[in-house]
């Protein structure tokens, strides 16, 4: 049952009950910074070991990866979702061994966001995607500076140099409803709180379902999206966001396996941290605020982000 509400963010006594409960029926996750990443929650603490990991001995070669990160984020928190997505899209790619040189990537709506330098600069060769500056949507996001006209729009120099950038990075317009079938042969595929934009759950499931095309088999797609912690039945649609359930993710886990792809366990545990308990409301301004940005209000639901990784069948 899909259920509109009038936008109702005064009663945060309510909200913070709400998110304990989702809290108590799964649990908290105590991550090892060793431990892999699976299909999970956005977690404040990821962020923590995100640190602890690149500057192990075994992953010293990796620094340069928090280093380009907290360029980007400037005098910004790192505090919140959206860079727990550029961390969770980086790790997941790293640990499958997909960040190297030759390996082809393939970004659906990269906006202005700097993993496509961060990729480049390992040598991979990227092919980047935003809607056509035409499309009423990519106008709107255009007024926030997240979507991306042409490929200089990607470049961040102090993340990567100009010659391999060039070298490394093409650019092409592209409605994720309507993927061309001469995309194919990727290594990986990624996207960051893309396809809950697509118009509707059905929409978003059938880009997850439709992308593995684009892919060579055994490819890696890494995607992150919205998840309803207020409601398992309930939940928010519009043709500009809509919040996908616990029972959407698990029924598009099912779908996959199915048909013989891999899909890393769906780990739906939060932190137990303080600021995992902060819910921010609207209006608000993610990649500007310094405060902690984890779990937002969107109509009257709580949400944050949830990763999925699906690893194509041989």
């Known amino acids: ?8 963010y005064r009663n945060e006594r309510s909200h913070s009950e709400t998110l304990r409960v989702f809290q108590t029926v799964h649990g908290f996750h105590k991550m090892d910074v060793n431990e892999p ?43 919140h979702r959206k860079y727990w997505e550029f961390i969770y899209i980086i790790r997941v790619l790293c640990e499958r061994n997909m960040l190297r040189t030759g390996m082809k990537g393939l970004g659906f709506a ?43 729009d990607l470049y961040l120099p102090n993340i990567c140099t100009k010659e391999n950038f060039q070298n490394n990075v093409q650019f092409m317009y592209l409605d994720m409803n309507h993927i061309p079938d001469d995309l194919k042969n990727f290594d990986f595929c990624w996207s960051a709180c893309a396809y809950e934009h697509l118009g509707s759950l059905e929409y978003g499931k059938q880009f997850i379902y439709n992308m593995l095309k684009t892919l060579k088999p055994g490819g890696i797609a890494v995607h992150t999206t919205e998840i309803n912690l ?6 928010f649609i519009s043709n500009n ?14 779908i996959l396996t199915r048909e013989g792809h891999q899909v890393s366990p769906l780990d739906f545990r939060l932190d137990g941290c303080p600021v995992d308990s902060i819910i921010s409301y609207p209006p608000y301004d993610a990649l500007n605020s310094v405060m902690p940005h984890f779990k937002i209000l969107i109509d009257s639901y709580i949400s944050t982000s949830f990763g999925m990784i699906i690893k194509k069948k041989e």
């Open 1 to 8: 049952m899909i259920h509109r509400k009038k936008i109702s």
């Open 37 to 79: 990443f699976q299909s999970s929650i956005c977690r404040p603490t990821d962020i923590l070991n995100f640190a602890d990991w690149v500057t192990q001995p075994s992953q010293e070669k990796d620094f340069t990866i928090l280093k380009n990160l907290l360029w980007h984020t400037k005098e910004r928190s790192m505090l």
């Open 110 to 152: 990269v906006g202005t966001e700097p993993l496509a330098s961060i990729f480049a600069s390992y040598g991979c060769k990227v092919l980047c995607s935003d809607l056509s500056p035409d499309n009423e949507s990519a106008k709107e996001w255009a007024k926030s500076n997240q979507h991306a006209n042409q490929l200089n």
């Open 230 to 235: 207020s409601s398992n039945t309930d939940t």
């Open 241 to 254: 966001c809509s919040i996908f359930r616990q029972c959407d993710f698990e029924e598009m886990y099912n």
